[in-house]
């Protein structure tokens, strides 16, 4: 009877034993995984790093030998002047080189879609530094420009590592734009805000003639004003209109002393306007219930000095 116990007692604690050496199996097992996951991980992450820092290396190594190899230091283009007739626009390209060469010849290469080849233009220069090239571009066609220099021996070298895009189709087909607008109601009225651009490519007929701004609830036209002569002129009050926009919660009692006048217009010749207008729900009929303030819809119109009426 006694051995029996004694057996029992042996084979329980044996029992015991084995269920623990399997319990420690497996965890080990687990935190063995675990760490191979965990290895395995940091082996990615740092081929990652590694792969990102190479790549980051090689970017920057051809960006500063393509900077070198650069011998154009400035690039800037300028409209002076459309012909509708022709079709075309008056371009002023101007370009200021590093270095250069008293023997050679600087050309404009001017390339489009249906003209790969591109056509070549002489540039000019006083000090052989400064160059510039006016030239007549179709505005139906966007271009790639690109500089040349052709020795005395006949070469002909690239000077700038990148070609210089020159997007008169989408300029033209794009000259009057909302930048940014914006909303915000209350139980007495909803102030609507706008900032456009105007591209004029320098002609006094596609300048704007005026602006009107329509307002609509239910598809029904409740609201219109002139509000040409009602640009902000103020950049404090433009500044804090435009964070007011962004945050989406326009009040126009915080914002400073507005000053009004004619749209604004920048060295290029292209128009900018930023307006407020406030349209009274009481003035409108449309109905304010509770905390149920109604919702317009607008629409502004701005017609040009040659007629053309664009809705934004």
Do not use: W
Request: hydrophobic share 30%; proline share 1%.
């Amino acid at each position: 009877m006694e051995n029996g116990k004694k057996y029992n007692v042996i084979v329980i604690a044996l029992i015991l034993i084995l269920g623990l050496l399997i319990y420690q199996n497996v965890r080990l097992n687990r935190e063995i995984e675990y760490l191979n996951n965990r290895v395995s991980n940091m082996e990615s992450n740092i081929n990652l790093e590694l792969n990102n820092l190479i790549y980051g290396i090689s970017d920057r190594v051809e960006s500063i030998l393509s900077e070198q190899q650069n011998i154009v230091s400035s690039f800037s283009s300028t409209y002076n002047g459309v012909d509708t007739k022709s079709g075309t626009v008056k371009t002023l390209i101007e370009f200021t080189l590093k270095q250069s060469d008293a023997d050679s010849k600087v050309y404009l290469n001017v390339s489009s879609q249906n003209n790969s080849n591109g056509l070549n233009y002489e540039c000019i220069s006083a000090n052989g530094l400064n160059y510039s090239c006016e030239i007549e571009l179709s505005y139906k066609e966007n271009y790639t420009l690109n500089i040349y220099q052709k020795s005395a021996d006949g070469d002909y070298k690239k000077l700038n590592s990148y070609p210089y895009q020159k997007d008169i189709k989408s300029d033209f087909e794009n000259r009057i734009s909302f930048l940014e607008s914006g909303t915000g109601t209350d139980k007495e009225k909803t102030t609507y805000t706008f900032k456009l651009r105007n591209k004029t490519f320098g002609e006094q007929d596609f300048k704007i003639k005026s602006v009107i701004v329509k307002a609509y609830y239910k598809d029904k036209e409740v609201f219109s004003k002139d509000v040409t002569a009602y640009n902000i002129l103020n950049s404090e009050a433009v500044d804090k209109l435009n964070i007011m926009i962004a945050a989406g919660d326009i009040n126009a009692s915080a914002l400073p002393e507005v000053k009004y006048g004619e749209i604004s217009t920048d060295d290029k010749g292209d128009e900018y306007g930023s307006y407020m207008v406030n349209i009274l729900h009481s003035e409108t009929g449309a109905p304010v219930e509770h905390n149920n303030y109604p919702e317009y819809s607008f629409k502004v119109i701005v017609t040009l000095f040659n007629g053309e009426v664009y809705e934004l």
